[in-house]
Nanobody
């Protein structure tokens, strides 16, 4: 069965950095796009970043563009989100997701499997 497990969240001061990891099991990882979404308390889940099946193409929400970098290591069945220049508004639970196809953008319904999330808190 496909399972995703996020790690790397924590508390960081504004301007700092964190690196999130998502380990995938139970599926041929390299065939599918991967994405990161986030959800703050009382708000809807929103798209942050996506990477295609090969890692050759990436797509970012305007709110994180230039600060976050998504990447993948297919040999390790792992996707990463490097977060730099963090802001208090980045505070949220971050979710890793696997897409239904080899390509995916920012719609949640493009993704078939989801992790449980990891908390990121950015202090001002």
């Amino acid at each position: 069965q496909v399972q995703l497990a996020e790690s790397g969240g924590g508390l960081v001061q504004a301007g700092g950095s964190l690196r999130l990891s998502c380990a995938v099991s139970g599926r041929t990882f390299s065939m599918y796009a991967m994405g990161w979404f986030r959800q703050a308390p009382g708000k809807e889940r929103e798209f942050a970043a996506a990477v295609d099946w090969s890692g050759g193409s990436t797509y970012y929400a305007d709110s994180v563009k230039g600060r976050f970098t998504i990447s993948r290591d297919n040999a390790k069945n792992t996707v990463y989100l490097q977060m730099n220049s963090l802001k208090p508004e980045d505070t949220a639970v971050y979710y890793c997701a696997e897409a239904r196809l080899a390509y995916g953008l920012g719609r949640a319904d493009e993704y078939a499997f989801w992790g449980q999330g990891t908390q990121v808190t950015v202090a001002s």
